[in-house]
DNA sequence: GTATCTGCAAAGAATTTGCAATCCT
DNA sequence: AGGATTGCAAATTCTTTGCAGATAC
């Protein structure tokens, strides 16, 4: 149930959302239940989790490593590519030799509605 | 003072790192000043936030637009270079019309000694 | 029937805030 | 005196966990 709400949320829903989506069809579900079946579906490599650096985590169903732009007045969260590993280590020689298995990023700005709304 | 503490750490320390180095000058100090001090200082551009996915933030005294790689066995953080916002964009066009103001990107994985310490 | 999963509520980590007291000028 | 800064403790936010009861095979 948790992972079909994912799966059908195209808004990256932070635990939150999920929790009170799963709710309106299973009343009685807790957050530790949301949260532990998250950590599963994560741990299966099911779903995807967004560290956020401030803020809630967000969950994509979309699995292939990829990163995030967030708009810092709307809180839309759009995909983006990710950058290559490579791409890193070329143009960073200190860590040419680290083990790098991760990248997290995440851009923060303006989404073009907001921006001209501002306008 | 947390200025200084900042500015002398090469090791991106923690608030409560930052806490414990200032309090060994200035024994009555509270985390609470801390906290205070550090989003003074972040505002005013004379120390860098660096926001991690999880855990605790860090601090910076490079304040150019940098990322950050962490080393998941020994904590260590190394500086890397940050990515460009317009390659971002021309890898990305579902971003082109947004304003991006920041990017924030920690990479992670094992430093050459833990790397080899496993090994 | 035993291993897993759940709800609940409490604990936990990281950070923020209200407020009275203190400091500086 | 008057405005800014502090220490302290309580409040917030997000997440994890212990445990007793419910579920699943």
Redesign the interface.
Known sequence: MVLDVVKNSMDHPTTDMIYTRVSEILPNISMGTVYRNLAQLVAANEIMQI????GA?RYDWRIESHAH?V??DCNTV????N?N?DD?KR??P??K????????????????KC?QAKA
Chains 1, 2 share one sequence.
């Open positions: 560290g956020m650096p401030s985590d732009f708009c810092t759009i995909d983006i590519a950058i590993i890193i143009i960073n200190g860590v030799d680290c083990d790098i298995d991760t990248v997290n990023l995440v851009a923060y700005g303006k989404c073009p921006k």
